[in-house]
């Protein structure tokens, strides 16, 4: 069975954090600087996963955690507009 929505977006920004730490342990998106999230090889299953969000879930389905989510995977696609 297909994983939900809303799993596979909160499972898309995991794998982000992960990616980051793992290229930059130890440093905040502050810390890093410049337009380093557009090395980041996922971009296209997050945006694969967030248009899912917003065509086929209930906007009164989201939660905080979700939101919060989505709102930092737009922070951080800000250089490269896939989500925009």
């Known amino acids: 069975m297909a994983k939900g929505i809303r799993e596979r977006l909160l499972e898309q920004a995991a794998k982000f954090r992960r990616w980051q730490e793992t290229s930059y342990p130890g440093k905040t998106a502050q810390e890093i600087g410049g337009e ?3 090395d980041y ?3 296209e299953d997050v945006w694969d996963a967030f248009c899912h969000v917003l065509t ?3 906007a009164g389905q989201a939660e905080e955690r979700l939101l919060a989510e989505m709102i930092y995977l737009i922070a951080r696609d800000n ?3 896939g989500l925009i």
Request: hydrophobic share 40%; no cysteine.
């Open 36 to 38: 380093w999230e557009i």
């Open 41 to 43: 090889p996922a971009w």
């Open 56 to 58: 086929d879930f209930k």
């Open 79 to 81: 250089e490269g507009e």
